[in-house]
């Protein structure tokens, strides 16, 4: 805590507020005694001045386009890292030795397999459901099926069920999509890695043996790395908040997956490829750039724009940069890239973009290389939530294991009517 304070100052009374510093990034004003004090709230929805917990995880400096976790730049993780090892400097707080990633690495293997019985459940849904529809029931049923680790005030069920979420969140995706396409579904295979084994259960069948190319895996691990975490975004608020009343996890990251799948959220990198295949060649790109500045039309370039980003978004670089990579080793050629990328240079040099400081996001590339694997777009937001699932469950543990850890209880600005007596029917 610092000694600065601000001073608050209501009518004829000066409130002193505590301001507290964190390690980097900005200071926040402490408002926590201020209803007591002064019988007022502060309003601010969509909390876009609002610091809702204290983390140690991931940090983001919007203005300049940077993005740490645990202190290391995403570029960095994403060229040298893998997910495995992102997942575990995420969860531990430091990066893992050689023996320490194996041991992790062997333990989240170790949970791939989802109970039998679940298969069953999924053939529950109607063939053309959505992915992220049957992700929220699975991931959501599957407190119904480990109910030996669902005691969250026990630090070894907290770590058993991080764990097996982490592992089965492959599973449950690719299953997702081998029932929308009427294929059987594959049991993971341990002697892959994490990313291969996801590639190999969705596109592999039974009857044939199926070779994980080393460019696409490298790839999809470097997307699931862009994709673990991003501080106190709407999901990952939606886990802690889940998680605030003392629900178990697979009830939080269940309630995770459904915020994700919003279109202003994670369902923007399905809607971008969607839009690009809309406008589809460059000559019709000033019409649709047109659309998303005309303020009666509700059409917003998707891809484009972000909450704390207001610079180029450092993970859509990368992305970028990953695009090139899948083309050349699968010697594919989507002429949609070079549409997105004439769109993100008219944008950039447009004014409205220019005054409003909007830049590509992370989902307005991944789409085509998500696309150029063989992934349809319905699975894009499945593949962001399985990635995201090691960022919520460390957030969630980040919040359980605080001493000061209360229930999350926002209060409102009451503008309905005031007090009255009931009518009786008959007389209304
Ligand atoms: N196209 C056109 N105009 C835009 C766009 C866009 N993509 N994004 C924002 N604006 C305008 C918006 O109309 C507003 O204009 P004005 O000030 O005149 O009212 C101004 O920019 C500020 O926008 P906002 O909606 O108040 O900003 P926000 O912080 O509430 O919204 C956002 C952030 C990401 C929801 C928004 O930029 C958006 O809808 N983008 C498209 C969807 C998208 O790509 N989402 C993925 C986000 S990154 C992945 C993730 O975190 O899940």
């Known amino acids: 805590m610092s000694d600065k304070q601000a001073m608050l100052t209501i009518g004829d009374r000066e409130l002193p507020l505590p301001i507290l510093e964190g390690t980097t990034g900005p200071d926040v004003v402490d408002i926590r005694k201020l209803y007591n004090q002064s019988g007022m709230f502060t309003y601010d929805p969509g909390y876009t001045s609002t610091a809702s917990c204290e983390s140690a995880l991931t940090y983001i400096d919007g203005e300049n386009g940077v993005l740490l976790h645990r202190g290391y730049p995403i570029r960095q993780l994403a060229e040298h890292s893998s997910f495995m090892e992102v997942s575990y400097l995420l969860l531990n707080g430091e990066l893992p030795s050689a023996d320490e990633l194996d041991e992790f690495t062997r333990t989240i293997t170790r949970h791939t397999m989802l109970?039998?019985?679940?298969?069953?459940?999924?053939?529950?849904?109607?063939?053309?459901?959505?992915?992220?529809?049957?992700?929220?029931?699975?991931?959501?049923?599957?407190?119904?099926?480990?109910?030996?680790?669902?005691?969250?005030?026990?630090?070894?069920?907290?770590?058993?069920?991080?764990?097996?979420?982490?592992?089965?969140?492959?599973?449950?995706?690719?299953?997702?999509?081998?029932?929308?396409?009427?294929?059987?579904?594959?049991?993971?295979?341990?002697?892959?890695?994490?990313?291969?084994?996801?590639l190999r259960m969705t596109f592999g069948v039974p009857s044939e043996a199926y070779e994980v190319h080393p460019a696409v895996e490298r790839a999809l691990d470097r997307i699931f790395i862009l994709h673990a975490d991003h501080e106190q975004n709407a999901s990952t608020s939606t886990v802690r908040l889940a998680g605030s009343s003392g629900a178990n996890p697979f009830a939080c990251i269940a309630a995770g997956i459904a915020c994700l799948w919003g279109p202003a959220h994670g369902g923007a990198n399905e809607a971008a490829l969607n839009m690009l295949r809309e406008i589809g060649t460059p000559d019709r790109i000033q019409h649709y750039i047109d659309r998303a500045k005309d303020k009666n039309d509700p059409f917003r370039l998707m891809g484009f724009g972000h909450r704390v980003y207001k610079n180029y978004d450092p993970r859509a670089i990368v992305m970028q940069k990953t695009v090139r990579e899948v083309f050349d080793a699968l010697k594919v050629d989507d002429p949609l890239f070079e549409t997105a990328l004439r769109l993100e240079e008219i944008a950039l040099h447009d004014d409205y973009f220019i005054e409003k400081k909007l830049f590509p996001n992370v989902d307005f590339y991944s789409g085509i290389i998500l696309s150029a694997i063989g992934f349809p777009t319905t699975m894009f937001t499945a593949l962001f939530a399985l990635a995201r699932t090691v960022g919520w469950v460390a957030q969630w543990n980040e919040m359980i294991s605080d001493p000061g850890q209360k229930i999350g209880r926002p209060r409102q600005l009451y503008t309905g009517p005031t007090q009255r007596d009931y009518v009786p029917l008959d007389q209304r």
């Not at 630090?155 to 059987?184: C, E, F, N, W």
């Open 115 to 198: 109970h039998e019985q679940l298969a069953t459940f999924y053939r529950g849904f109607r063939r053309d459901g959505h992915p992220m529809a049957i992700m929220c029931g699975v991931v959501g049923a599957l407190s119904a099926f480990y109910h030996d680790s669902t005691d969250i005030s026990d630090p070894d069920h907290r770590r058993i069920s991080s764990h097996r979420l982490i592992a089965k969140m492959p599973t449950i995706a690719a299953m997702a999509y081998k029932y929308s396409v009427g294929q059987p579904f594959l049991y993971p295979d341990n002697s892959l890695s994490y990313t291969a084994n996801f």
